[in-house]
């Protein structure tokens, strides 16, 4: 048994942010998974933050984290999952009660959901927050977990590839060690993701995906270029500071295709870099890659240009004219020819 709720517990994600004391260590690298944490003002409890990407739809992994009756299945520890209020797919309050090794009490909590589509990154932003809800009484015998915010993102990376990134600050209360609940927390950033791919393969899941309002909304954007145009864009500018090396890119049609219609690494490598500045780098690294090849095949060059990290470092901060040093070195490169 884990402390951590389970995976269904992201149905949303979200809640106010903690207020982080420090930044983001590296804590887990395991079977495509990555997991960080960093200390909160004014408790002992880390906050937690996993990326990955799945290979499957994203209407699909969105049919998965919606069902809260599904929290309840052989061999979980939920005991009791069910809504109290629900608006809509997107915006509802639900009950779950789970079981917790002797000696300790089980635990329960009512969570507020509200997901709502950021069309302009072409992603889904979900909050989750305990609330206090006077129509779920406290019940004896049953700790009511009221510590828990979280942010559960999730991203069109392709078709057929999703990224994931959950960030969550919870405790469970009840006494229990804050070394025990972080390990407990920990932990559960894998587990979690290996119920999810799980899920993925399940044909009922598959089948509700397949039919879904969302699978609907997607294909009307991926199939329209403006649309995906500009997702790149925005989701460069997100970490990408020098705006004209970012016009340099989507300038590029060779680029512009791989990055809308590739097969997703970049975006893979770029959603890693929710927790790491290397990630972005290396995303930078790609970018100029593919930039610098439509130009030159001196693959010698291309990397050496590549490998500059104060060029990188100067267009991922927009200090120093990254891209105006980037095209120096580009018509140098064109003279001397290929």
């Given at each position: 048994?884990?402390?951590?709720?389970p995976?269904?517990?992201?149905?949303?994600l979200?809640?106010?942010?903690?207020?982080?004391?420090?930044?983001?260590?590296?804590v887990?690298?395991?079977d495509?998974?990555?997991g960080?944490?960093?200390?909160?003002?004014?408790?002992?409890?880390?906050?937690?933050?996993?990326?990955?990407?799945l290979?499957?739809?994203?209407?699909?992994?969105?049919?998965?984290?919606?069902?809260?009756?599904?929290?309840?299945?052989?061999?979980?520890?939920?005991?009791?999952?069910?809504?109290?209020?629900k608006?809509?797919?997107?915006?509802?309050?639900?009950y779950?009660?789970?079981?917790?090794?002797?000696?300790?009490?089980?635990?329960?909590?009512?969570?507020?959901?509200?997901?709502?589509?950021?069309?302009?990154?072409?992603?889904a932003?979900?909050?989750?927050?305990?609330?206090?809800?006077?129509?779920?009484?406290?019940?004896s015998?049953?700790?009511?977990?009221?510590?828990?915010?979280?942010?559960?993102i999730i991203?069109?990376?392709?078709r057929?590839?999703?990224?994931?990134?959950?960030?969550?600050?919870?405790?469970?209360?009840?006494?229990?060690?804050?070394?025990?609940?972080?390990?407990?927390?920990?932990?559960?950033?894998?587990?979690?993701?290996?119920?999810?791919?799980?899920?993925?393969?399940?044909?009922?899941?598959?089948?509700?995906?397949?039919?879904?309002?969302?699978?609907?909304?997607?294909?009307?954007?991926?199939h329209?270029e403006?649309?995906m145009?500009?997702?790149?864009?925005?989701?460069?500018?997100?970490?990408?500071?020098?705006?004209?090396f970012?016009?340099?890119?989507?300038?590029d049609?060779p680029?512009?295709?791989?990055?809308?219609?590739?097969?997703?690494?970049?975006?893979?490598?770029v959603?890693?870099?929710?927790?790491?500045?290397?990630?972005?780098?290396?995303?930078?690294?790609?970018?100029?890659?593919?930039?610098?090849?439509?130009r030159?095949?001196?693959?010698?060059?291309i990397?050496?240009?590549?490998?500059?990290?104060?060029?990188?470092?100067?267009?991922?901060?927009?200090?120093?004219?990254?891209?105006?040093?980037?095209?120096?070195?580009v018509?140098?490169?064109?003279?001397?020819?290929?």
């Open positions: 048994m884990r402390f951590s709720l995976l269904l517990l992201w149905t949303g979200g809640g106010q942010p903690a207020r982080a004391t420090e930044d983001w260590h590296q887990l690298a395991e495509g998974v990555l960080y944490s960093r200390a909160v003002a004014g408790s002992d409890v880390l906050e937690f933050r996993s990326t990955v990407v290979p499957a739809r994203i209407e699909l992994v969105g049919t998965i984290l919606r069902d809260v009756e599904g929290l309840k299945k052989p061999g979980s520890s939920c005991k009791e999952a069910r809504f109290v209020e608006t809509d797919q997107n915006h509802y309050v639900f779950a009660h789970y079981g917790f090794p002797i000696p300790l009490d089980d635990r329960d909590v009512v969570l507020r959901v509200s997901t709502t589509y950021d069309f302009a990154m072409g992603r932003v979900a909050t989750l927050q305990a609330v206090d809800d006077p129509r779920v009484p406290h019940r015998g049953i700790v009511r977990i009221t510590t828990f915010a979280a942010q559960f991203e069109y990376l392709g057929d590839k999703t990224g994931i990134v959950y960030t969550m600050h919870t405790d469970p209360g009840g006494h229990i060690p804050a070394f025990v609940v972080n390990y407990g927390n920990q932990h559960g950033l894998r587990d979690n993701v290996d119920d999810l791919r799980k899920a993925t393969r399940d044909p009922k899941y598959l089948k509700a995906a397949a039919g879904s309002a969302d699978k609907d909304l997607v294909e009307s954007i991926v329209d403006r649309k145009n500009d997702i790149v864009t925005n989701r460069l500018g997100d970490y990408i500071h020098d705006r004209d970012i016009a340099l890119v989507t300038s049609p680029v512009m295709a791989s990055l809308v219609r590739g097969d997703g690494r970049i975006g893979e490598i959603l890693h870099g929710w927790g790491s500045r290397d990630s972005k780098r290396q995303s930078v690294v790609e970018l100029l890659k593919g930039w610098l090849a439509s030159t095949q001196d693959r010698a060059a990397q050496r240009i590549a490998d500059d990290r104060s060029l990188v470092d100067r267009l991922l901060s927009g200090q120093g004219g990254g891209a105006s040093a980037l095209q120096v070195a018509a140098a490169l064109s003279r001397k020819g290929p």
